[in-house]
Structures are given as C-alpha cells and as structure tokens.
C-alpha cells in the first residue's frame, strides 16, 4: 500500500475519528456519573494525573511498555525482536520485521492496564473470594494506567514526530488509525469491568450517523460546486 493511498484512508478515517473521540467522552462521562460502580476507577485515573503532573512523569515506565509492545506485536506477527533498550526519555528494540500493526501497537494498546486485568482475571479463576476482596484496587490500578496510556499517547504525538507515525504511513493515516483503535480497545475493556454501563450502541450509532451525515454534506458541497463551474 504507497503512501499517497494511506493518506486518503486516512482523510476517509480522519472524520470518523474525530466523531469517535466526542462519543469517547460521552463514555467517560457515563463512567464517570456512575460513580457509585466506577468510583475506584475513577479515583485511579485523576491520582494518575494528580502524580503526574506534581510528582513524576513515568517516563521510562512509557518507553518500556512502549518498546515492550513493538517487541510483543513484531513476535505476534512471526518476526524476531532483540536488543531492548530503555532510557528515560527514548528506547530501542530490533526487530526482523515491520508492518502498519507493529509501528502503531505501542499507541493503540494500554499494555499496563490490560496486563492489570489479565492478572485480576486469572486471580479470580484460582480464587474468586480472594480475588474479590482486591477488586477495588485493580479497578484503582486499571483506571491509573488507563489514564497512564492517553496522557503519555497524547503527549507523545503532540511534543514530538514520531518515525514510528511516518514509518506507518504518515500522521493523517496514523492518528486515524490510532484514535480509532485506542477508543475501540478502551471502550472493550472498559464493558468488561463494568458491563451495561456504556451506552455502546447509542455512541456506535452516534458516530457512524455523523459520519455519514458529514460526506452527505461534503459530497453535496462538490456537486453544486462542479454543477456552477459547468453552468459558467
């Protein structure tokens, strides 16, 4: 796939992803009006930003999960990843093989939070009755590293070029893509701790009318635009 054709995936996707990110926070809203469930949750994600922004910024906790995941994803995908290097602001793994997957893992997937869960999971299938005496802490610790993954994703693309981004097919393609999977994954994750909290349909339906209601206007636009230039 050249270039040029990521480019206009990406100027298909951007509108979606766009539209994707308000029902995100329609989401989180939800999450975070039912308190009274999510509260642990919650509380995990504002001590995330709290930390962060007055105490310490994880650094280098971000570019290990980040490296870790380009490592992961590569192995995933039958290729081979060596020399992992971490330090505090960059960090270097090799890998054999590279592909769209394997350059966009790293800002797609929360690798802390879900390892959380993974652990909580298992947890509970050896031992339900201790394993839900923790619940709120893992729910704490999800939340935490939730917020962990979109602050440092967000900060990421914003501070710096990315060869990852460029590499993958260019920022238009990339942050598309990235928006979409993060919400995606987030929203998933999230209906598995809390199901039937997120109103999933309604914001599915939501983003998929916007969209088409958005090229309804913009192919519209192109059509009067062509009829005038014929009619001179």
């Known amino acids: 796939m050249t270039k040029f054709v ?12 766009l539209f994707t990110v308000f029902a995100f926070f329609q989401g989180i809203y939800s999450i975070f009006k039912s308190y009274k469930i999510t509260l642990f949750f919650v509380i995990g994600m504002i001590v995330y930003g709290l930390v962060h922004k007055f105490i310490y910024n994880f650094s280098r906790p971000y570019v290990f999960a980040h490296e870790i995941t380009h490592a992961i994803s590569a192995m995933c995908c039958g290729y081979k990843a060596q020399n992992l290097k971490v330090g505090e602001e960059s960090g270097q793994v090799k890998v ?7 350059f966009l893992a790293p800002y797609c997937l929360p ?13 509970h299938l050896l031992s339900p009755e201790t394993a839900f005496k923790y619940k709120d802490i893992f729910l704490f610790l999800f939340g935490f590293f939730i917020m962990f993954h ?3 994703t967000v900060k990421t693309l914003q501070e710096t070029e990315q060869s990852d981004i460029l590499q993958a097919g260019g920022t238009v393609f990339s942050v598309s893509i990235i928006v979409l999977s993060n919400v995606l994954i987030i929203f998933g994750l999230l209906e598995i701790c809390f199901p039937g909290i997120l109103p999933l349909f309604t914001l599915f ?6 969209t088409l209601f958005f090229w309804q206007k913009i192919f519209a636009w192109l059509y009067n635009l062509v009829n005038g230039i014929g009619s001179k």
């Open 6 to 17: 990521k480019f206009l995936i990406g100027i298909v996707l951007a509108p979606t992803a």
């Open 205 to 210: 339906k939501q983003v998929v009318s916007n």
């Open 111 to 123: 690798l802390y939070a879900v390892f959380i869960l993974l652990i909580y999971f298992f947890w």
């Open 150 to 152: 979109l602050w440092h």
């Open 96 to 102: 054999s093989g590279t592909n769209i997957f394997i």
